[in-house]
């Protein structure tokens, strides 16, 4: 699976952004794919994962009612709507991927970057205030 993020840029905090990532390789019926965060000088953080099959999206309490993933099947692309945007989320935004064999995951299994197999290149977002 290769993966393709896009969509960053600089914004004035309360705005909002959208990124992309766009999947190619493997089918990805089974795939879960998430977004994932890092600032400089911070741990890597989930920001939000979505199942390919049913669209069950997965969110830590951060960006809960702010962030939204979304995909599109026809184009294997998964998307990370951002609204109320703070200077707080400055970073580089990854997406992953890993394939789902379970039916069940927990919110921690999620939010550990270790358990995603494949990964895309960041894109920076910048956060003015």
């Known amino acids: 699976v290769q993966l393709q993020a896009s969509g960053g840029g600089l914004v004035q905090a309360g705005g909002s952004l959208r990124l992309s990532c766009a999947a190619s390789?493997?089918?990805?019926?089974?795939?879960?794919m998430a977004w994932f965060r890092q600032a400089p000088g911070k741990e890597r953080e989930f920001v939000g994962a979505i199942r390919w099959s049913g669209g069950a999206t997965n969110y830590p309490d951060s960006v809960k009612g702010r962030f939204t993933i979304s995909k599109d099947n026809a184009k294997n692309t998964v998307y990370l709507q951002m609204n109320s945007l703070k200077p707080e989320d400055t970073a580089v935004y990854s997406c992953?991927?890993?394939?789902?064999?379970?039916?069940?995951?927990?919110?921690?299994?999620?939010?550990?970057?270790?358990?995603?197999?494949?990964w895309g290149q960041g894109t920076q977002v910048t956060v003015s205030s």
């Open positions: 390789g493997r089918t990805f019926s089974r795939n879960v």
């Open positions: 992953a991927a890993f394939l789902a064999l379970a039916t069940y995951y927990s919110d921690s299994y999620y939010s550990n970057p270790a358990n995603y197999d494949y």
